[in-house]
């Protein structure tokens, strides 16, 4: 799952990503040129004994200097391209950061190619091996947080190196390209071929992916068995880290270097930052997020590494921002599968590459399976898609409120609007313990969730508020009739109307406590939503439709009295609800 951005830890700019590139692939050209020094002087002995033959001498002449010359000439390929794909994310930057061509790989002509297929074979060869040196030297800084700032995600080597592993465990993705989008959006994956409603695009073996089987038998199993009771999302963070701490010697090296370094998930944040969504349930479930992560790190993970050094050698010192990289990737990437009678939540290679599409209404079932039979995860297209159309899949019918929230990010052409809002009885209410009881003994009113499914949308308010509402506003003639609450029914005109006055000037305190305006909030907008600063229009858009909400309900609200008035029978909330 993308389109979070990715950034680096480090300080590091683009042009120390660069300079860590250039000295990896120098230190590979030095020794290839120490080669190639060592096959000239060859060549001087050879030239020496057959400079009486001039036909035998010219055809050994011309396949010695192939031989040595398409070594450096291959680097030089290499190098190019290398160098082009850094290129895609460094536009940018300045000509004087980037290392002198000129001087770099000194050339000699070949003198004739008489021998093609011997060419052929040693560049493909030279080639495989100076790039899987080259990508194991990458993967090495990646994984042991030498920081590449988005190096990670827009160099094509560390997709290849996943695909390549995948592939060496019975994976094919000869439907799929992946390519990357951009930092906002991250990796994207597309149709090869046209794909037919149904088919299966992406098979991953269940043992390829990382969840609470495979860290039981990794060597986090002496702390799982200690610890059984530690919560499966925590013992997949636990792997997770654990994995990440091995570098290029954990089997699943490939996987994690694919993974974001960091998130635009709220919770990594700035104060200032943080600020910008005043007034929205977002951030006040991000600071009980962070509370919760401190407090489980301590418990939990802090604990554990303790009393496990052995296991947590390589990770001497295991530090809030680990955990919180771990749980993030598990919010926004992991999937939920049935496996027999137990449940799951999965980190799947290449599978969290799909995006989310707003306008798609199938649940994420109808895109990621568990083929129980071939213990597969299996990916599928949910309609016929042509040749270099976009795949993407459905996380949930959520606000941008909430896919901020779980995934760093938000859609602009996102129609989702919806707001949790709830009321409690005051406590000098005289009625109040009669009143909670009646709230708490039936199943609408006796939770009060944050789940960003909303009890307030645009143009409606959910039965479970409107009963909460009857009941806390009821007095002492309608406490007879608060059955009526739960039954989408009102229980006088005058309870009715006080629900939804009192609802009205609740949303009007709540758009005047936000520091700007929703007029202001739409200036504001259209300045900054650009790559340059998204978490900003990330707050200001989530802000924005909260407030749109609050003046669509209190419009709504207002349609209804007229509606109450006009007709007492009725019930007002039918008149608008389609």
Known sequence: MESSTQQSSSTLDDASVLAVIYRHIQAEVDELLAIREQSERELERQLKLLSDDSETDGGLTGDILLSQNCVASNVSSIVSRVQSELSRTTEALSTAARPPQSGLLPRTPISRAKSTSILSSLQIQQDQELQQRITGMILSDLLSGAGLPHFEMSSPVVVTALLEWLEAHGVTDSLLDIRYLGKLEGHGVFAKQLLQSGQVT??????????????????????????????????????????????????????????????DLPAFWSEQELNELKGTNVLLLTQLMKQHLERDFGDIHQAVAEDFPEVFASLPTLTLEDYMWAMSVIWSRAFGVSKGQTYFRVLCPAMDMFNHDVSLLNPLDDFISFDEENQMMTQHVSKSMAAGCSLQISYGQYSNAKLLYSYGFVAQENSRRAVDFWMKIPPTDPYLKLKQTVLDSNKLTNQQTYDFCGTLSRNNVDERLLATLRVILMNEQEIRQYKKAFESSILSIRNELAVYENLQNTCRRKLANYPTTLEEDEAILAESETESNPRLSFAVRVRLEDKQVFTGVIDTLEQWKTALAANPETYPPSTTRS
């Not at 290029?248 to 490939?254: L, Q």
């Open 202 to 263: 992406l098979q991953v073996p269940f043992k390829l992916t990382m969840n609470t089987e495979s860290a039981a038998q990794s060597d986090l199993a002496p702390v799982l068995q200690k610890y059984p009771q530690i919560p499966a999302d925590e013992v997949l963070a636990l792997h997770l880290m654990h994995e990440r701490s091995k570098g290029k010697d954990s089997f699943f090296a490939p996987f994690i270097a694919s993974l974001p370094t960091t998130f």
